[in-house]
């Protein structure tokens, strides 16, 4: 008997390569405007590589990005994608507070649909800065702003985000909020390991990531989300050479084989967008 394969959830957080949080104490917001824009060429390039593999994704675009290059979205609405929101300014949630957040949200939402004109459903929280102990408000205020759905908590331990004791399943952090769909964790010895993408993704051997992929799939039942940047898959990227050696290390690890690397996941999964893989849930919201 041929065990149906699971399909896991693909992710793009579409921003430039100078809107990361490995850089927000060198690179000031004043200055983005005057950086070089690679976040269309980058993208582009991803664009190429689902439709080679005949992937369908959800990219959570941030709205900053979409008002500079709606013709950008437009081309990720046209290939079949899945457009959500990134929020606009890639502001931190639990930094800004209540207020600042439901502006930010408001604010890419609606730059976002008046170009594709289809209602956003998705958000994604920049660097995965929403947890319930800091942030007990967003998952209400993401769904009184339209929202359905968050994918914004790792539930492991890092330095900068995530929350390792809350659910590694679909739920619904707070009654009137929308539904969450946390990062893919993988469950070794009492720990949690992330499984989801990000700089483990392009440190970690290949076979070694597919193993944990696998694992999380047929031994856990639940189908993972994947998520990346177009800034990955662009080597040729400026370098930012006073961001320090653990930021910078970060951000450039492994970035001359990520497409490479790529290729390979597309291939060796089952893929689809979040909207379309929870659609029977999103339906009855
Ligand atoms: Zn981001």
Redesign the pocket.
């Known amino acids: 008997m041929v065990t149906p394969r699971l399909c896991n959830a693909m992710s793009v ?1 579409v ?1 430039e390569w100078f ?3 490995a850089f927000a104490e060198v690179i000031e917001r004043r200055q983005w405007s005057a950086l070089e824009s690679r976040v269309a060429a980058s993208t582009d390039r991803v664009l190429e590589s689902f439709a080679r593999a005949d992937v369908r994704a959800t990219f ?1 675009i ?1 709205g900053w990005v979409a008002e500079r290059h709606p013709e950008l979205v437009l081309r990720i609405a046209a290939a079949g994608h899945e457009v959500a929101s ?1 929020g606009y300014g ?1 502001d931190r949630v639990d930094a800004i507070g209540e207020a600042a957040f439901r502006r930010d949200i408001r604010r890419a939402k609606t730059i976002l649909e008046g170009i594709t004109g289809t209602p956003v459903l998705g958000y ?1 929280a ?2 995965f800065s929403i947890s319930a102990a800091e942030t007990p408000w967003a998952h209400r205020i993401l769904r009184e702003e339209g929202h359905l759905y968050s994918s914004s908590i790792f539930p492991i331990h890092h330095d900068t985000y995530g929350s390792a004791e809350t659910s590694v399943v679909p739920y619904w952090p707070a009654p009137d909020g929308v539904m969450e769909l946390p990062m893919t964790i993988l469950r070794v010895h009492g720990r949690n390991l992330p499984c989801s993408g990000g700089g483990w993704f392009r440190l970690m051997p290949y076979w070694l990531f597919r193993l944990g992929l696998r694992r999380v799939n047929a031994v856990h039942g639940r189908e993972g989300i994947f998520y990346f ?1 177009p800034w990955e898959v662009d080597p040729d990227q400026p370098r930012v050479v006073n961001a320090g050696m653990r930021a910078g290390f970060r951000h450039y690890v492994g970035q001359r084989s990520m497409a490479r690397r790529m290729e390979r996941l597309l291939g060796d999964f089952a893929w689809g967008r979040m909207d379309a893989l929870h659609a029977a849930t999103l339906a009855a919201a």
């Open positions: 957080d921003e809107q990361v949080q959570f941030l990134h890639h994604r920049p660097t940047h």
